[in-house]
């Protein structure tokens, strides 16, 4: 069935260095992917989006690939700060009438 | 701020209580849902509203009672709660149902987090 998942559950980042999170998906068909932070006592907020036509796409600090062969999503950021510690998720659309599917979601912490 | 707003932020009931959680959203989004999350586990679809009308219901107990009066609101009613059910309830807004179109990222509130004793 369909299932997004993420690779690890906590990484721990020193300040200043780069962050990959990594997210593994199932359905082949998925046709959006869209990355979320979720911050102590808050909700998820849109971070940065991907769709199944592109392979990388940039933002401020973070950057987002994605490989369709091997079904894996990730997020970079670049420059870690203190004020990127939360928890990660992956989510993604498949075709048709589907609401988004997270996986569990990565907490990162940066070590100041 | 996303402009979706959740009350209250807190609740506690107990398990003969009957409360409601309200979701509001001035984006002038279609889609409404309702989201659990509970500890180490992924987000948890409940709900789906497009255009006030139900269009997903994720197999969940009907001690779960979703109303969405206008495109604007959206309340999540319970009633006779387990402890299992004590989580995180978010709600969302997109502006198009999603999996339909571009730009069908969903909005989240800051949730409420429901304990039940």
């Known amino acids: 069935g369909e299932s997004v998942g993420l690779h690890l559950p906590t990484l721990s980042v020193q300040e200043g260095d780069n962050s990959i999170i990594n997210c593994a998906y199932s359905n082949s068909a998925s046709d959006y992917f869209i990355w979320y932070k979720q911050e102590s006592g808050k909700g998820p907020q849109f971070i940065i989006d991907?769709?199944?036509?592109?392979d990388k796409r940039q933002g401020q600090r973070v950057t987002v690939l994605l490989n369709k062969t091997v079904k894996h999503l990730s997020l970079q950021i670049a420059a870690t700060q203190p004020g990127d510690s939360a928890v990660y998720f992956c989510a993604e659309i498949g075709t048709g009438n589907t609401p988004l599917v997270f996986g569990k979601g990565t907490r990162l912490s940066v070590i100041a | 701020e996303t402009g979706v707003t959740q009350t209250p932020r807190h609740l506690v009931m107990g398990m003969t209580n009957k409360k409601s959680l309200k979701c509001e959203q001035h984006?002038?989004?279609?889609?409404m849902y309702w989201y659990k999350q509970s500890a180490k586990k992924p987000l948890e679809l409940m709900f789906v509203?497009?255009?006030?009308?139900?269009?997903e219901n994720n197999s969940v107990p009907s001690r779960f009672s979703p109303e969405c009066p206008n495109s604007s609101h959206l309340f999540l009613h319970l009633h006779t709660l387990q402890p299992e059910d004590s989580a995180l309830y978010l709600c969302a807004s997109s502006q198009v149902p999603q999996g339909k179109a571009e730009n069908t990222e969903a909005f989240f509130g800051q949730g409420t987090r429901l304990t039940v004793v």
């Open positions: 509203y497009n255009f006030k009308e139900q269009t």
């Open positions: 991907i769709r199944s036509n592109m």
């Open positions: 984006l002038g989004h279609n889609a």
